[in-house]
């Protein structure tokens, strides 16, 4: 597939596997993608399963990518987890505001946008997640929500940061429920996003911005979303949980 943007593909663990069953899939997936250089390959473990699953990465064409992290630095935050912390472990992406994290942690955009800047800050790259709910498109809003959650989860971010920040696109209608956008749908969505950073960072910016699906992507339908003009990859949840289908979707993109 030929695309001036190189695919990115991040497989988000949630919470899911312990270390040992983190550091099985993760040597599968090293086998599965031994030879793979066309695609950005990410895996999101768990913060328990980070420091053996960063061990297991090194002199593998798989980063690694945190599914959280504090706006702060350091400090009396209970239970919280700094950026620096997750460059022990070679940390080299962060997800933000996920949208299960806006519905159970009632995380805003003002504070996502908190999130990308402390990532910056650690050359960490954020992948920052938007989408609206199902009430939300029935009801016409998808527009409308888009357009609030990009100015305001990227907020204060400068064009050259924004050069190393990810969008991932993720209808909230489509995670783990095996409904996944069609084709148009998700074309329609990202080119709209595109069009809304191009408002804020400039054309260039915009051009080289990766934009990527999330919400029941399977390898059966990876291929068709990723052949889109504005899909650059992918953020996977349940089908990342195992090494077959990961890598299936990340080869059947290729
Ligand atoms: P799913 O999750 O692939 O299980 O739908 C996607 C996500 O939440 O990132």
Redesign the pocket.
Known sequence: MNKDRKLIIAG?WKMNKTVAESVALVKSLKIELANIREVDMVVCPPFTALSEVSKEVLESGIRLGAQNMSEQNYGAFTGEIAAGMLKEFSVRYVILG?SERRQYQKEGDELISKKALAAHAASLRPIVCVGETLAEREGGLMEKVLTTQVHGSLAGLTPEQMDETIIAY?PVW???TGRTATTSQAQEAHAFIRKLVTGIFGEAVAKRVRIQY????KAGNARELMSQPDVDGA?????SLDARSFSDIIKNSI
Not at 214 to 217: D, F, L, N, Q
Not at 235 to 239: D, F, I, S
């Open positions: 988000n996920h993720e489509a995670i783990g999330g919400g029941s992507v953020l996977v949840g349940g089908a």
